[in-house]
């Protein structure tokens, strides 16, 4: 069996990742966690304190570095502290792994500049502190990697949603919560600017399919190529809670910049995405009522 070190095992993409690895028989997976995890072998970090002796491995095949600070707020964002864990985190984990052969990151397409249309030629420049935290990482996974002849793949993760946002302040989650309290959703914006939502469970078989490609293709970006505006994301939610709540606009002229990507890359080397926004958006209603 492969063995492979899994990092954020608790966050949300994490946990999504580490239930679709178990039961695949070809990898020995070891969660690196601030806390057990149930069902798995789990090292725990201690606020990435460690050393290389916590370890009781030779080699590991493979190292998914999804841990991280990932804001759940706007102004989480620009949040200094935990902008700088993601860098000082990352570094100590580099500097610490038994012999490795491949580390694959799950970035954020926050690294990008502003665009109607994101593509792994986009500019990279980020608009906050998280970004650049998960660009620098980046840069330093790739040199660390060159420097001790590891593989490395750096996957820019976009929208993601599913069962385990419920914590975020985010488009969906607060639409979802606000008709589940039978109040009108909110839409801060004319409601016309395109998102694509990605779900988590696409999502999570991307990076594991990145597992075994071979060739060195360069970034690849994690995403959906379904566009749907604001309002009709707001609507397909209010219409499979509540279909007699009304959608209130409130509109802010600096909110309406629309946001898509090009997921070709992604389809070409790792997986088409499966689950349609209108169905995946239902497991999420569900999750929030449990």
Same mark, same amino acid.
């Given at each position: ?19 679709? =690895? ?6 020995? /997976? ?6 057990? #995890? ?17 370890? $009781? ?10 841990? %991280? ?34 580390? #694959? ?49 750096? =996957? ?30 909110? /839409?801060?914006? $004319? ?14 078989? %991307?990076?594991?399919?990145?597992? $075994? ?25 209010? $219409? ?22 090009? %997921? ?27």
């Amino acid at each position: 069996m492969k063995p492979i070190l899994v990092t954020g095992g608790t966050g949300f993409i994490g946990s999504h990742l580490l239930k679709f =690895l178990k039961p695949l028989s070809q990898y020995q /997976i070891i969660a690196l966690s601030s806390k057990p #995890i149930p069902g798995f072998k789990t090292i725990l970090h201690q606020n990435y304190t460690f050393d290389k002796s916590i370890f $009781d491995i030779d080699e590991i095949d493979v190292v998914i570095h999804a841990g %991280a600070f990932i804001p759940k707020t706007a102004n989480d964002a620009n949040d200094l502290i935990f902008s700088d864990s993601n860098i000082f985190n990352t570094q100590h984990l580099l500097y610490n792994l038994p012999p490795v052969k491949k580390i #694959i990151f799950p970035s954020t397409v926050d690294v990008y500049k502003q665009e109607n249309l994101i593509t792994e030629q986009s500019i990279t420049e980020p608009v906050s502190l998280y970004g650049w935290s998960k660009l620098y990482c980046e840069q330093m996974i790739e040199r660390w990697g060159k420097a001790n002849k590891v593989s490395t793949q750096i =996957l820019r993760i976009g929208h993601i949603y599913g069962s385990g946002e419920e914590k975020y302040q985010k488009l969906i989650p607060a639409t979802i919560r606000k008709c589940l309290a039978n109040e009108n959703p909110v /839409i801060f914006s $004319d409601g016309q600017e395109k998102r694509a939502f990605l779900h988590v469970s696409d999502c999570v078989k %991307a990076i594991v399919k990145s597992i $075994d490609l071979q060739e060195n293709v360069g970034v690849i970006n994690i995403v959906s190529e379904e566009s749907l505006s604001v309002y009709e994301i707001v609507s397909i939610i209010k $219409d499979a809670i509540n279909k007699e709540l009304s959608i209130e606009i409130k509109y802010n002229a600096g909110n309406n910049r629309s946001l898509t990507f090009d %997921a070709s890359k992604m389809k070409k080397y790792l997986h088409i995405p499966e689950v349609l926004f209108k169905n995946g958006i239902k497991e999420e209603i569900e999750q929030f009522t449990l």
